[in-house]
């Protein structure tokens, strides 16, 4: 009997004294939220071994820069500053501080780059009379008979409706261009929406994994993504995706599962990038941070956070621009056009 | 001031016990009931303290409403006598980190079997098993992919209560105290750095169920509440006050969640017999 009591005894000890599971130790200081930030990245940020390979990222060497820089910080504004240059390092767009002092970001993924689009100059396409649905400006370039459809963001939910209606009213053409230059993304589920109108049957399209430890290389293992036939209206006939370097995360996204289907080519500058799915997490201070943590890979297995190179690489040239004509959009009407040629060629033939 | 104090009070006391009383009504001295139930609907605040890591590494801490309905009775299996306890209560609150806020809803329900084990006249132990399915979600709309962890658990846990009756000034008031510890069962977690999107959306779910058992999920729930008899002894009320600690914590693929949760709550306890025509009549209570 006292041996079951011991027994007991013994069992409800080791229930409480498994203890309380506790929040991360770190104080609410500029060191604590410094040494929060730091940490959160070095476990939960998902592109580390692919940044030292592309520009020779040093995570270590990172906190003895700004340890000591972040211990100077006479108040919370500086500490912001200091701790939004840390997060530069890492080259991504997708990694951001959000505080009431605003939000910091890393903008070289575009700004060093040629812009290719201009608004004015796509009025000159698109007219006074075009079409809007789900966000997308679209009409038919005329006398050609294509269509032209620009997709400003993925940041709203689209509908197979809503696509389908767009297409239907686009059928009359022979091709359609599809600008997504300036879509800094949105929603993947969006970008997939939209994607899948485009394809009669399941297409193998890329992978996506995540972290699964807090090691920089505890990856799950790389699961297949698949872009399958929507609901409503599809398109098989040529495709042209317009892009620059300002197409980033979902619109990045959107390019590598169109580049996969036969009819569609990428035209334009290299993409962004920004291939991982961010999450968030708070420093003891409150403020948010945002990073990458599931990587999405292309269908070989190749990250495509730094961009995805086009097909045919077209740069609007400074004579179209000074003239107000957008050399990407001419040479896709080009290749939708010879294109046709071709085909009539060799059915001549 | 004290009068339209003691006005609100019958006043809620009326809107609350509406039922209670009509159920009350049909009990008339002589007659043994088929079954009784006693069933208790309680509403307080909760002091809330979240944390799960998935969204966040740190406690938001605030206020919350604590809702309680707990169904007590006899039951037979053949001559073996025991008793039967259902709970279902939800809690729901708004906590902040600073100047981050987070929502939280998280509900259970148990069902609880009791071998009681009488220890003189007021004192009566309960020792039981009792099934836990609880389940809710975290919310922090300022997080982009990761803005909602939900919480799902099913479990077996062990039960025990101590009820002690007090005489005061000739009614009867009970004391009671009651811990659940769930011991084995399964819980659903994300893996470290997984989206919802990929759970959900793209149907990748490998490892995100586990076997919970005290080591991974040690929780535990404490009860404790006094039953009061107020009004007359015609048209009798009794008033519960109850503390209840909810200590809900887990601690798999590297995140660590703790929801605890005390609440205060009042509420009423309804005693509702079931009788046929014709049955002989008595007044009884199954504690």
Known sequence: MKKIYRYIFATLLI??????????????????????????????YCFFEHAEDEFGLDWEETYRKYRPLAEQCKNSMELFDTLGNMLKELRDGHVNLVSSYGTSYYWNWKLDYPINFSDSIQRNYLGNNFGYSNGIKFNSLMPDSIGYAYVETFADAMSDNNISII??????????????????????????????????????????????????????????IYLERGDGAVW???VVVLTNRAVYSSANYFVMLMRELPHVVILGDKTGGGSGLPLNSTLPNGWTVRFSACPILDKEGKHTEFGIEPDIAVNITSEDWNRGRDTMIDTAVELINSFYDKKNEEEVE | MRKTARYILLLLVLLLTSTTLKAQDIVIDSIIPRRVLVRTSSHGIALLNNLDTYLSGYNYTGLGYHYNLENFRDAHFGSYKWKYQTLFNVTGGI?????????SLMANRFWSGYHPFE?????????????????????????????????????????GMAIYHIPIRGRDHVARYQLDIPLAGAMF??????????????????????????FNSPSWRHTVSFDIPIGSNRRNVTLRLSY??????????DLRTHLYSHAFTFGFVKTLYKVKQGDPIKAYTPY
């Not at chain 1, 004294?17 to 940490?39: H, M, R, V």
């Not at chain 2, 906590?95 to 929502?103: A, I």
Request: net charge negative; with cysteine; hydrophobic share 35%.
């Open chain 1, 15 to 44: 229930l409480f004294c498994q203890g309380c599971i506790e929040e991360d130790k770190f104080s609410n200081s500029p060191a604590g939220n410094f040494d929060a930030l730091w940490t959160i990245i070095d476990q939960r």
């Open chain 1, 167 to 224: 297409l239907s009213r686009l059928s009359i053409n022979k091709g359609l261009i599809i600008d997504i230059r300036n879509n800094g993304g949105g929603m993947l589920t969006s970008a997939e929406k939209l994607a899948s109108h485009f394809t009669n049957e399941k297409v193998h399209t890329g992978y996506i994994q995540h972290k699964n430890g807090t090691g920089h290389d505890d990856f799950s293992s790389p699961e297949a």
């Open chain 1, 236 to 238: 098989l006939r040529p």
């Open chain 2, 95 to 103: 906590t902040e980190l600073n100047s981050s806020t987070q929502y």
């Open chain 2, 119 to 159: 220890i003189g006249e007021r004192l009566q132990l309960l020792a039981g098993v009792q099934i836990q399915l609880s389940g809710g979600a975290l919310y922090i709309p300022a997080n982009g992919n990761n803005l909602i962890s939900a919480k799902l658990r099913l479990a077996l846990a062990a039960s």
């Open chain 2, 189 to 214: 977690s994300p893996e470290f750095g997984q989206s919802y999107y990929e759970i959900f959306g793209l149907g990748h779910c490998a490892n995100t169920w586990h076997f919970a058992h005290p």
């Open chain 2, 244 to 253: 209840i600690a909810d200590l809900y914590q887990s601690e798999v693929n």
